[in-house]
């Protein structure tokens, strides 16, 4: 390994962390993740009891997740051959293996849902591979569910802007848009879901570590969230879920 490979690769084994690691923040995370994917799955009327495929599954922390959204049928994939053994206690189904091991399964999914990884990805070309197998793999008229940071909205060391740490980064949503373009998608449905309460200069505050301990407000930020989701102008979410089909 050196340090020209790609970051999947430099950072196997580093980035398997999940919601469950963090407290009452990752309580937050991941109501309002799972309030978006519950939204996104209505909007498109996508298969639930059909076959998917959590990529990037880590231990396997969304089971009961996918289990509440109706997902009966799903198959982990993660880079990390560590988290397989349990996330296949967890999901039923997991596969030490990324992207590309999506063509290979024994039959195509109908839909592939790649929560929270896209952020580890730092490298543009290692994206749009990621992206171009998702669309090789996938049932035709599967649904390709991807969450992607904004970084109009992501308070990082570079402040509201594009950046890219040791093992994370945030992008434009244009950018995200422009390489899932270039993979052959079409993204049908934009849902936020508001994972970053200190989302402008005006909220800096909030990402104080002694009030994210208040979960007080967290509550405060997940009806926010929703109201905002509700909304039809333009929404500072940190987090968008972007709904893709094949073009």
């Not at 909007?43 to 231990?59: F, H, I, N, P, Q």
Request: with cysteine; glycine share 10%; proline share 4%.
């Amino acid at each position: 390994m050196t340090e020209s490979s790609p970051s999947f690769i430099r950072n196997r084994g580093q980035i398997s962390y999940t919601f469950q690691d963090v407290g009452a923040y990752g309580e937050f995370l991941n109501t309002n993740r799972l309030n978006a994917w519950r939204r996104a799955l209505e909007l498109t009327g996508a298969k639930r009891e059909g076959k998917s495929v959590d990529l990037g599954c880590s231990y396997g922390s969304w089971a009961d997740n996918w289990q509440a959204l109706g997902l009966s049928d799903v198959t982990g994939l993660d880079v990390n051959a560590d988290v397989i053994e349990q996330a296949r206690n967890r999901l039923g189904k997991a596969e030490h293996g990324g992207s590309g091991r999506i063509a290979a399964l024994p039959s195509p999914p109908d839909n592939v849902a790649c929560n929270g990884m896209i952020v580890h990805v730092l490298d543009e070309d290692e994206e749009l591979r990621i992206f171009t197998d998702v669309r090789g793999g996938l049932k035709p008229n599967g649904w390709f569910f991807v969450s992607v940071l904004n970084s109009d909205f992501y308070l990082s060391p570079s402040g509201f802007q594009p950046h890219t740490g040791p093992n994370s980064c945030t992008r434009t949503l244009d950018f995200h848009e422009s390489l899932l373009a270039k993979a052959g998608f079409e993204i049908a449905h934009t849902v936020g879901t508001f994972i970053n309460p200190w989302f402008c200069e005006g909220m800096r505050k909030s990402a104080d570590k002694r009030l994210q301990e208040d979960g007080r407000f967290f509550v405060a930020m997940t009806v926010l969230a929703d109201a905002l989701r509700d909304a039809d102008q333009v929404k500072p979410f940190s987090e968008v879920l972007l709904a893709c089909r094949a073009r």
